[in-house]
Structures are given as structure tokens and as C-alpha cells.
T-cell receptor, first 113, second 111 residues
Framework: EAGVAQSPRYKIIEKRQSVAFWCNPI?????LYWYQQILGQGPKLLIQ????????DSQLPKDRFSAERLKGVDSTLKIQPAKLEDSAVYLC???????????FGQGTRLTVV | DAKTTQPTSMDCAEGRAANLPCNHS???????VYWYRQIHSQGPQYIIH???NNETNEMASLIITEDRKSSTLILPHATLRDTAVYYC????????????FGTGTSLTVIP
């Protein structure tokens, strides 16, 4: 079974630039999550989708972050404009249904300089 | 906010059992305890989860106390590849299936 795919693997941008990350969850998984992991900390939930609808985006900094999952399959997370403190690993995860474990991708490491 | 408390770091000798504790004193009756681990530069990997009963799979065993206020993850024969950060997570099921991570325990398996 293919895992959660994320791209790019690494990205370096200057502050105030824009960046987008892509995630393709495991086939058939209805729930998709984006997490931000700052160095030395545990992953922090940014947004959760159920199919193409947003379940929880309470921790998403909506002034600069946006995410979509238009067809209920793959998803993109965008930062515009980026700040230095956005340097982190951005992890995507998916679950088949409620009460099942989440599978994580390898993440995208973003460095803002 | 994370609802669990774990030691920051632990060491374990290779071949010995690694016992990783977790306190979750405010756990609700319908909340599961999940364990994940994260090896350097990789995404978190699912290990095991449970509600009330002890659980065992090919990777580990999960022991949950009768009052459910704490649990222990047991890696029966630790190898060098088990060196990772281990996260204990209480899964909030009444608001849509989120997984909230704390800072975890950094386990180092020593040769």
C-alpha cells in the first residue's frame, strides 16, 4: 500500500515570499491533516479536512496560511507571505475513517531566510 | 493543548525492554491512548493504541492502568533502530478525530 506522499521534500525561500506544499493521502482515506513541527517540538495541528470540508482550522494562522482539498483527495497548504518563524517541517497525515490510526508523510522541511 | 505528560528523555540498553511511561490524568471515558514514534527526519509512525485493555502487537505492548490515568509503552527487546522520540497522545474523539502531540520522550538505545 502506498503511503502518504508529500512534495517538495525541502524548500528554502526568502521571507515575504510565497510557498505551497502538496499532499496526496493514502487512497480512500477521507480525513486529511496538516501539521507544523518546529524543531525540538511535537507536531502541531494546523487544519483537518473530512473529504473536501474543513473540520477544524482553529490553529491555522489564516492571515497568511491557507489550505484546500477541492476534490476530497489531494491537498495543498500555502503560506503567503512567509515569515522567519514559519521555518518548520510541514507534515501531512490521513486516516481511513474515525477511530483509526493516522498515517504520516515524510514532511516538507521549509527554511525561511 | 496536549493532555499527556512524558519524561523528556530515557536511555535503554540494547536487547533490554524499554518501558516508556505516560500520564494522562484528565482522560475522558471515550478517549483512546495512542502511541507514535518519530525517527529523525521522518514523519511520525503509528505504534499502538488502546482504550481500557492492555494491547499487544508486533511492535510493542501497551499497558493502561485500571483508572486509565496513566499508561506504559513497552518495547520488549529494544534495538538501535528504536532510537526515536515517542509520543503518547490522548485522542479527542468528540471534536472530530484530532491527534494532539506533546513534546514526547526521546529514547536512546545504547549498544
Amino acid at each position: 500500500e502506498a503511503g502518504v506522499a508529500q512534495s517538495p521534500r525541502y524548500k528554502i525561500i526568502e521571507k515575504r515570499q510565497s510557498v505551497a506544499f502538496w499532499c496526496n493521502p493514502i487512497s480512500g482515506h477521507a480525513t486529511l491533516y496538516w501539521y507544523q513541527q518546529i524543531l525540538g517540538q511535537g507536531p502541531k495541528l494546523l487544519i483537518q479536512f473530512q473529504n473536501n470540508g474543513v473540520v477544524d482550522d482553529s490553529q491555522l494562522p489564516k492571515d497568511r496560511f491557507s489550505a484546500e482539498r477541492l476534490k476530497g483527495v489531494d491537498s495543498t497548504l500555502k503560506i503567503q507571505p512567509a515569515k522567519l518563524e514559519d521555518s518548520a517541517v510541514y507534515l501531512c497525515a490521513s486516516t481511513l475513517q474515525m477511530n483509526t490510526e493516522a498515517f504520516f508523510g515524510q514532511g516538507t522541511r521549509l527554511t525561511v531566510v | 493543548d496536549a493532555k499527556t505528560t512524558q519524561p523528556t528523555s530515557m536511555d535503554c540498553a540494547e536487547g533490554r525492554a524499554a518501558n516508556l511511561p505516560c500520564n494522562h490524568s484528565t482522560i475522558s471515558g471515550n478517549e483512546y491512548v495512542y502511541w507514535y514514534r518519530q525517527i529523525h527526519s521522518q514523519g511520525p509512525q503509528y505504534i499502538i493504541h488502546g482504550l481500557k485493555n492492555n494491547e499487544t502487537n508486533e511492535m510493542a505492548s501497551l499497558i493502561i492502568t485500571e483508572d486509565r490515568k496513566s499508561s506504559t509503552l513497552i518495547l520488549p527487546h529494544a534495538t538501535l533502530r528504536d532510537t526515536a522520540v515517542y509520543y503518547c497522545i490522548v485522542r479527542i474523539t468528540n471534536t472530530g478525530n484530532q491527534f494532539y502531540f506533546g513534546t514526547g520522550t526521546s529514547l536512546t538505545v545504547i549498544p
